[in-house]
């Protein structure tokens, strides 16, 4: 039974930083890419991160260069590292992965920017 929990978001000032985290199980976690994704309220799913099985990586142009996607394969956990946050990026943010069959979701952690 693929599972993951987010964690770490919370209220944060403009310029603050957070750390967000995902923790997988049910799946064979260093075989997967993982990606984080976000939703603020009345507006579409967007892929913010992406991060492959040998640590490649990719940032949506809205938060490049101030995101870091990571994973450590012996805790079963990939985050996100939030820095130099902005109101606009108020949303509830997603891990996820994939497989032939399904897309998995964990429950999301709420991220408030405030300015």
């Known amino acids: 039974q693929v599972q993951l929990v987010e964690s770490g978001g919370g209220l944060v000032q403009a310029g603050g930083s957070l750390r967000l985290s995902c923790a997988a199980s049910g799946f064979t976690f260093s075989n997967y890419a993982m990606t984080w994704y976000r939703q603020a309220p009345q507006k579409q799913r967007e892929l913010v991160a992406f991060i492959t099985r040998s640590g490649s990586t990719m940032f949506a142009d809205s938060v490049k260069g101030r995101f870091t996607i990571s994973r450590d394969n012996a805790k079963n956990t990939v985050d996100l590292q939030m820095n130099s946050l902005r109101p606009e990026d108020t949303a509830v943010y997603y891990c996820?992965?994939?497989?032939?069959?399904?897309?998995?979701w964990g429950q999301g952690t709420q991220v408030t920017v405030s300015s």
């Open positions: 996820n992965t994939r497989d032939f069959r399904a897309s998995y």
